[in-house]
């Protein structure tokens, strides 16, 4: 099949050439994965946690099969064993012992699994479901807030889907989970339907069709992706579990001392965390509005001074941890310049030293707001707007060299350039059509990287010549939430859908995909350069963790 061929060549033979040399590494658990069925199995991942810790590390068998973790990674003592394999699971016993002073050693035996259903990725039940991929992509919506798993194995019928899908669960804010629903207040935005009315009756008989509405068995095949290979598989995983079950890290970022920062997508806290302990520290944000609105902040960022920002979505403003006296502050839009369902998903104080100004929004008048971060006043910029007039609903604006904010059109296929003076939008469309940029950043040349959710791609807008370049990602719904370019032209990206992070080589366009160990819903992304090594960090929203990858090349 194409999507599988595509794959391959992102994580695989296409990329054997390239493989540079790993430095040795001292070995602190090692074993190798077979099974009855593949005596040899490249690309399983093989997880460690020790019995009471919060941190799990994984490793990726190579092409012999075989896997290590290094010596500092696993003090001595006894670990749990978890692997993820596609159509496998372990046959025998789960734990290991890191022995004092020498290498433990662990042989895994794997058995086919079956009840395969229950392994599927978001997006593997995406390339498994009838329709075709126009059909089905409405369906990245519903990723927002829970897996694929509950609409499959429901039994709903097409009528149902209508009913409770498409009305029901268009009430409640992006920052629900299903044991954690918020619904929006009355307004603008309180109905978010993930198609229109017109669309309904066709995309209810596509999840009837789908799920086990029709009895017990499924009358569609179901695919999954290949295995890691190659390069993919030369990488190490750390993920850390966050004190609260329900914590929803959507943005995560590490600061200039090293410490990584967090928002919660469905509560009023913002968290930091010491990576070499796992230990959190947990601040809370006051609620600036008591009439119900949902809680939660998205966007998280650092200022060049220091201080760490978070947006304050439905509370209406945004908020500021001082960095001198470890408070958090609260900035509370006017009255008068918010709306009925206000909505400040991004804060952007990148660069605000140029001028003084920290940039948010409001996504629901598609306006643009910045605070003087001196007097603490707000200034209304007014809706962003091309020069004809037409409005440009942003979702993502960071901000170029000179602190004027970009605005990524997630409902169609524009990048907005913001204008303080004119208070006008120079606007650039992507060539990939139906593209749904989303979220980015702008690099230290000013270009403008971002996601293309919908074009299955990166995009890159680069000031000096005004124009737009753009990458595809070879596997099949990976829809890039956020992305984020390194000093040495390479861009990361990850997704809410195939638990895939990407890397990919803007200069060869070849791309590296890292599996993760379990489901990850991804948003934005993070990379930190240090000492000549790189480390991708993202939040498992729906997983109360915070993961870290680090590619050994």
């Given at each position: 099949?194409?999507?599988?061929?595509?794959?391959?060549?992102?994580?695989g033979?296409?990329?054997?050439?390239?493989?540079l040399?790993?430095?040795?590494?001292?070995?602190?658990?090692?074993?190798?994965v077979t099974?009855a069925?593949?005596?040899?199995?490249?690309?399983v991942?093989?997880?460690?946690?020790?019995?009471?810790?919060?941190?799990?590390?994984?490793v990726?068998?190579?092409?012999?099969?075989?896997?290590?973790f290094?010596?500092?990674?696993?003090?001595?003592?006894?670990?749990?064993?978890?692997i993820?394999?596609?159509?496998?699971?372990?046959?025998?016993?789960?734990?290991?012992?890191v022995?004092?002073?020498?290498?433990?050693?662990?042989?895994i035996?794997?058995?086919?699994?079956?009840?395969?259903?229950?392994?599927?990725s978001?997006?593997?039940?995406?390339?498994?479901m009838?329709?075709?991929?126009?059909?089905?992509?409405?369906?990245?919506?519903?990723?927002?807030?829970?897996?694929?798993?509950?609409?499959?194995?429901?039994?709903?019928?097409?009528?149902?889907?209508?009913?409770?899908?498409?009305?029901?669960?268009?009430?409640y804010?992006?920052?629900?989970?299903?044991?954690?629903p918020?619904?929006?207040?009355?307004?603008?935005?309180?109905?978010?339907?993930?198609v229109?009315?017109?669309?309904?009756?066709?995309?209810a008989?596509?999840?009837?069709?789908?799920?086990?509405?029709?009895?017990?068995?499924?009358?569609?095949?179901?695919k999954t992706?290949?295995?890691?290979?190659?390069?993919?598989?030369k990488?190490?995983?750390?993920?850390?579990?966050?004190?609260r079950?329900?914590?929803?890290?959507?943005?995560?970022?590490?600061d200039?001392e090293g410490m990584?920062?967090?928002?919660?997508?469905?509560?009023?806290?913002?968290?930091?965390?010491?990576p070499?302990?796992?230990k959190?520290t947990?601040?809370?944000?006051?609620?600036?509005k008591?009439?119900?609105?949902?809680?939660?902040?998205?966007?998280?960022?650092?200022?060049?001074d220091?201080d760490?920002?978070?947006?304050?979505?439905?509370?209406?403003?945004?908020?500021?941890?001082?960095?001198?006296?470890?408070?958090?502050?609260?900035?509370?839009?006017?009255?008068?310049?918010?709306?009925?369902?206000t909505?400040?998903s991004?804060?952007?104080?990148?660069?605000?030293?140029?001028?003084?100004?920290?940039?948010?929004n409001?996504?629901?008048?598609?306006?643009?707001?910045?605070?003087n971060?001196?007097?603490?006043?707000?200034?209304?910029?007014g809706?962003?707007?091309?020069?004809?007039?037409?409005?440009?609903?942003?979702?993502?604006?960071p901000t170029?060299l000179?602190?004027?904010?970009?605005?990524?059109e997630?409902s169609?296929?524009?990048?907005?350039?913001?204008?303080?003076?004119?208070?006008?939008?120079?606007?650039?469309?992507t060539?990939?059509?139906?593209?749904?940029p989303?979220?980015?950043?702008?690099?230290?040349?000013?270009?403008?990287?971002?996601?293309?959710?919908r074009?299955?791609?990166v995009?890159?807008?680069?000031?000096?010549?005004?124009s737009?370049?753009?990458?595809?990602?070879?596997?099949p719904?990976s829809?890039?939430?956020d992305?984020?370019?390194?000093s040495?032209?390479?861009?990361?990206?990850g997704?809410?859908?195939n638990?895939?992070?990407?890397?990919?080589?803007?200069?060869?366009?070849?791309?590296?995909?890292?599996?993760?160990?379990?489901?990850?819903?991804?948003?934005?992304?993070?990379v930190?350069?240090?000492?000549?090594?790189?480390?991708?960090?993202v939040?498992?929203?729906?997983?109360?963790?915070?993961?870290?990858?680090?590619p050994?090349?």
């Open positions: 099949m194409q999507y599988l061929k595509l794959a391959r060549l992102a994580a033979t296409a990329l054997a050439s390239m493989i040399a790993a430095p040795a590494l001292a070995q602190g658990l090692t074993g190798s099974s069925a593949e005596p040899i199995m490249e690309g991942l093989v997880t460690a946690k020790k019995e009471g810790s919060t941190i799990a590390v994984t990726v068998t190579d092409a012999t099969g075989k896997y290590s290094p010596t500092d990674r696993l003090a001595p003592g006894k670990y749990n064993i978890a993820r394999a596609v159509g496998y699971l372990i046959d025998g016993a789960k734990t290991a012992e022995p004092e002073g020498k290498a433990g050693t662990f042989d035996k794997l058995v086919k699994t079956k009840n395969l259903e229950a392994q599927l978001n997006g593997e039940w995406l390339l498994s009838p329709g075709t991929d126009k059909e089905k992509q409405f369906l990245d919506a519903c990723a927002g807030c829970h897996t694929y798993q509950r609409i499959v194995n429901s039994t709903y019928e097409a009528e149902d889907f209508q009913n409770i899908i498409f009305k029901r669960m268009g009430s804010s992006p920052g629900s989970m299903p044991t954690k918020q619904p929006l207040l009355p307004g603008p935005r309180g109905e978010r339907p993930a229109s009315n017109a669309q309904a009756p066709k995309a008989e596509l999840l009837a069709k789908a799920n086990l509405s029709q009895g017990p068995k499924r009358d569609y095949e179901l992706y290949p295995r890691p290979k190659g390069r993919a598989t990488v190490i995983i750390t993920e850390y579990d966050l004190p079950k329900d914590w929803e890290p959507h943005d995560v970022i590490v200039r990584v920062w967090f928002s919660d997508f469905g509560d009023q806290f913002m968290g930091s965390m010491d070499k302990t796992g959190v947990s601040y809370e944000l006051p609620i600036m008591n009439d119900g609105s949902p809680k939660g902040g998205l966007e998280i960022s650092e200022a060049p220091g760490i920002w978070v947006s304050g979505m439905y509370q209406g403003g945004i908020y500021r941890w001082d960095r001198a006296s470890k408070k958090v502050i609260a900035y509370k839009l006017p009255d008068k310049l918010q709306t009925p369902s909505q400040e991004m804060v952007s104080p990148q660069h605000s030293d140029v001028d003084g100004y920290v940039w948010t409001d996504q629901q008048d598609h306006s643009v707001i910045r605070l971060v001196k007097t603490g006043v707000f200034e209304h910029m809706e962003t707007k091309d020069a004809n007039g037409k409005p440009i609903p942003g979702y993502g604006m170029d000179k602190n004027r904010p970009f605005n990524l997630f169609g296929t524009r990048v907005g350039w913001f204008n303080p003076e004119t208070k006008v939008s120079e606007v650039f469309t060539p990939f059509q139906g593209s749904a989303r979220r980015g950043r702008v690099d230290a040349k000013g270009r403008l990287f971002f996601s293309e959710y074009g299955n791609g995009g890159m807008f680069d000031p000096e010549t005004k737009i370049k753009e990458w595809k990602l070879p596997t719904w829809a890039p939430y992305v984020v370019a390194t040495d032209g390479e861009v990361w990206a997704s809410m859908l638990d895939f992070v990407n890397r990919l080589n803007t200069n060869t366009g070849e791309v590296v995909d890292y599996l993760l160990p379990r489901p990850t819903n991804i948003r934005r992304v993070f930190e350069e240090k000492g000549g090594k790189k480390a991708l960090w939040g498992s929203n729906h997983g109360a963790s915070v993961v870290k990858v680090e050994l090349d």
